[in-house]
């Protein structure tokens, strides 16, 4: 099921060489800028139009009334309720020192440069409802933006077939949360909602939230119209493991996340043959029990799934490096001294105890995290997402005329003197 690519002997870490979806964002916003120009020119309209062709559900106001979180909180299994406290709680706490504070710095006597972090105006958090409506992402994306500071908080998730509003349990949640603004609209549709507005939905300055290729490209195409956290498209794990790994445990990680998407990305990176045997072995049994076993074997069959060979586990640390994956698990000798060294991952989670799943719902670490290889150069989502930060620099009189000929000097090297002027208009005789 799992196919191999074999790196050993090679020394090679090339990113070409490595599983990953033939499908890219690319196309993807070929595909849906149409729809979020429509969006942009028209608002609700066409929102209600993609809503009924690809969800067979007819909207009449976009918004959720509170009413129906509210029956939707009254509705909810206490266990269920029990388990998204708990997560609500760990997330809080992992995430609250998060907050920064305000950085003052005497650069000179008399002038200082203030560093204030303040939150995002208002912000858009989207969360999936396809294939599995994922309530856990309201938690991850609406924690954070309190956190920050955020004073203006929406949220959007499709409607559901059977009652054209969101999963029952993402509204039970965003009333627990206490967010009230609510919308019924999934996919890029919800993106455009939120970049371009409606006569409903005002506007926001900032759009997080995971979602499939479709709305990781809606967000592309949006950027710099709105700030984005990052591209956290269908999920990807990748495990580096050596001969002290269980199988077990290895095929269930990969299978967790197969069972997502079947664009879903599962990678093993291991030196050791005999482990990618039994996991290959176990994988084979385990999907046979698994509730949604087509779509995990499409996901594991899939060109972005497979099971990479290394020389050693250093090579190994190498090629997860260059994969840059989503979620990393590492489960090897001194697995915590290796992930240490890690440099480009979503999110590392360290030995047998520690599997992706667990940071899913309730680590209290985030689990709305780059995919495709944008770790290389973003972050999951934090408190410190919602943060703008603002310099606010004093000078005293003297200070400037301190700086002054330093600041005359480079303005006549580059050409631009009136810079230099507007210093000694206020410094002469200083």
Do not use: W
Not at 187 to 215: H, K, L, Q, S, W
């Amino acid at each position: 099921m799992l196919k191999r690519i074999d790196l050993r002997g090679s020394g090679d870490v090339a990113r070409g060489l490595l599983p990953r979806a033939r499908f890219d964002v690319a196309a993807a916003m070929a595909e849906i800028q149409p729809l979020l120009d429509e969006i942009a020119h028209h608002g609700a309209a066409p929102i209600r139009a993609v809503t009924a062709e690809r969800d067979g559900v007819t909207l009449g106001d976009l918004r959720v009334p509170e009413s129906a979180s509210t029956a939707a909180v009254r509705a909810l299994d206490p266990a269920l309720r029990e388990a998204v406290e708990q997560s609500i709680t760990r997330v809080r706490a992992a995430h609250a020192p998060q907050r920064r504070p305000d950085l003052v710095t005497e650069v000179v006597p008399g002038g200082t440069v203030t560093e204030r972090f303040v939150p995002v105006d208002r912000v858009g958090l989207y969360v999936p409802g396809g294939l599995a409506a994922l309530a856990s992402s309201v938690v991850m994306n609406v924690v954070p933006a309190q956190l920050a500071g955020v004073p203006q908080i929406a949220v959007s998730s499709p409607p559901q077939r059977d009652t054209g509003l969101p999963d029952a349990t993402i509204l039970a949640v965003c009333r627990i949360l206490g967010v009230e603004e609510v919308y019924a609209v999934g996919g890029p549709a919800a993106i455009g909602m939120f970049a371009y507005g409606t006569d409903e939905c005002r506007p926001v300055d900032m759009i997080t939230g995971p979602g499939n290729i479709y709305v990781t490209a809606a967000k592309r195409a949006v950027r710099g119209i709105v700030g984005i956290d990052a591209e956290a498209g269908t999920t990807e794990i990748a495990v580096l493991a050596d001969d002290t790994a269980d199988p077990v445990h290895v095929a269930a990680d990969l299978i967790s996340q197969a069972e997502h998407d079947p664009e879903a990305a599962s990678v093993l990176v291991t030196p050791s043959e005999g482990l990618a045997d039994a996991v290959d072995a176990e994988v084979k049994r385990q999907v046979d029990r698994t509730r949604h076993s087509q779509r995990v074997t499409i996901a594991l069959s899939g060109p972005q799934s497979g099971v990479v060979l290394v020389d050693d586990v250093e090579h190994g640390l190498a090629v997860v490096d260059a994969y840059a994956a989503e979620h990393l698990e590492i489960q090897t000798r001194d697995a915590r001294e290796l992930a240490m060294r890690v440099r480009n991952a979503g999110a590392v989670f360290v030995g047998p105890y520690s599997p992706v799943s667990l940071g899913d719902y309730c680590a209290g670490s985030n689990h709305i995290l780059p995919t495709a290889g944008c770790a290389r150069h973003s972050s999951g989502l934090s408190t410190a997402t919602f943060l703008r930060s603002i310099q606010v620099v004093e000078y005293t009189r003297e200070a400037l005329a301190a700086a002054a000929p330093h600041v005359v000097t480079l303005a006549e090297a580059e050409n631009l003197p009136a810079h230099g002027a507007a210093v000694t208009a206020r410094t002469a005789g200083a």
